[in-house]
């Protein structure tokens, strides 16, 4: 037995039906073969054996990917041509096998060894000449056949080759068959290639253009347009009239009440890796044997001109996504294994288009949610700070009223207590709108040059009160002319947020050092401002929260330091909104560094 029988027998069953029933046999059709071009060098090939080989007919028919075996050219026969040529035989290679003589790579199957059943199916599935009766005792038959397995490098069917008619009239010989095969044997490996080609050649064009459509569509829409899209771009690169991608959970009225048991139809379709094929009357790949078209599905065709659509599913892993249909109109081209090969392949792409698509419209919904989320934060912010405003002037219009009045020694220390209640709160107040008016990308915000050194040098004078007051050291190393485009008063707010924060933070007698320098960012000329101190310093688990808004320390040193929690994430907001980055370094104990860098020259769309 050849080396491929086992390998191409299991082929059978796993595509276009067959059906068997006593000994009627049904002929498959779904699907076809190989394009024009492709059986055009195949019909130049059988004539050339049967030019060369000595017989008057050369017929070869290809293996298909569902398992059965199509004529794709006869040479020699306008009869045979006109019965077999495109249509498709279940391989049966008992038929061949069981009754055939080996000679020389080829199996002779002489009439008188061919049962009923068999005589039957080779009147189905071939093609017998009308031969007058032989004379001759070594006389070919009518119903005598030469048949040639033709396999690839790994023993793989690929196409079979009949010989008939032999013009010596006569049964073939070692002889006669090894002076043939000198002269036909290139033959072989050319069927082979061809059919191989198919196979691959055409299915890597029909991915190329499909994956170009692909391309073509904007990734950052959501599923439904993004679906909309392909659709078109693939009907314009593809030979198809139509390209539809329906979602497990899409609503289709028209395939009502079908829709749900298409799609558990089409999920187990797509466990077995398989396809349909459905034409106005029958359905090919439901099962081993065609199956009536669902009127509901046949009505969807002739409404939209449809004569066959490709039902490929799609999905991910074991998750089933939905189906795609490639549609062609009535009277256009039946599917060849290349293209539903490719159309496979293509599902694949589809569905990770379609996770993608599901991801980035997930994404867009909460980024929607979070600025939802920050538009309430800001606008609560701004009403608190609003609010806040109103009592705390009556507070300090009522502790100017009382200071006027000459006062019992027991009132000027609560007096006192409620003034710098009142200033704190007042910071509060300001630092609250600062970080609202930072965090707000909606506002209009008006950039121009901002000497950043004079910057830094005017922050540093208007602290160094403060800096006096808690017997800190600042030292200032500032390179002159560095000038970024910018909001000065938020630029001038960040730096003196920082600069506070560093001497609030450094017991009497450390020191705080501010250094200004050229530096680059992303590419573009920036600046690089540092300020260490040799402060308190900060814990390694809380350094990653200093930026959050109202973030206090848990160390009760720092905690004694009155503050609001909003500085640090005033400098980030402003760092952001000027395309800047700020990180913070800190060891506990010995100090903290905060490094800000800005471009000095923002991109054009923030000008």
Known sequence: MPRNLARAGSLRGTGAGVTTSGSTWTRPRGEAWGSEAQRAVLHAVAEEVARRSGYRVAAIEALRSDGNLEFVAIAGSQAARDQLLGKAAPLRLRNIVAFGIPIDGWLHIPEERVDDDAREWMAQYGHTPDLPETDLEDGWHAEDRMVRLLENADGELRATLYLDEPLSGRRPTLESVTAMNAEIEVMFDAVVSIVESELYGEQVRMVAQARTALQSVRPD??????????SDAMVAAMEVDSVDVLLVGTPAPALEPYLSFLEEHMRRVWLRRGHLIV?????????????????????????????????????????????????RRTGGPRWIDSEINAAVAVASDVAGAVFDARLMERERRLNAELRDIDDYRRDMVNTLAHELRNPLSVLWTNLDLVR??????????????????????????????????????????????????????????????????????????????????????????????????????????????????PDALDGREGARLVCADTGIGIDEDELAHVFTPFFRSADPEARSRPGTGLGLAIVHQVARLHHGEVEASSVLGEGTTFVVRLPLDPPADVR
């Open 221 to 230: 829409l959501g599923v439904g347009d993004y679906l909309r899209e392909l």
């Open 279 to 327: 034409e106005p009357m029958l359905t090919w790949g439901v099962t081993e044997t065609s199956v009536r078209t669902p009127e509901v599905m046949a009505a969807i065709m002739e409404r939209r001109g449809l004569g066959s659509w490709l039902l490929v599913p799609i999905g991910m892993g074991e998750e089933y996504l939905g189906t795609m249909g490639l549609g």
């Open 404 to 517: 006027e009045e000459d006062l019992p020694e027991a009132v000027v220390g609560p007096l006192e207590a409620m003034d710098r209640a009142a200033r704190r709160i007042e910071d509060m107040v300001e630092d609250l709108m600062a970080l609202a008016t930072a965090s707000d990308p909606a506002r209009a915000t008006a950039f121009a040059p901002v000497d950043l050194s004079s910057c830094v040098r005017e922050s540093v004078e208007f602290l160094a009160p403060l800096a006096a007051a808690g017997e800190v050291d600042v030292r200032l190393r500032v390179t002159d002319g560095l000038v970024v485009r910018g909001e000065g008063s938020g630029i001038q707010r960040m730096v003196v947020n920082l600069v506070a924060n560093a001497i609030k933070y450094t017991p009497a007698g450390g020191s705080v050092t501010l250094t200004l320098e």
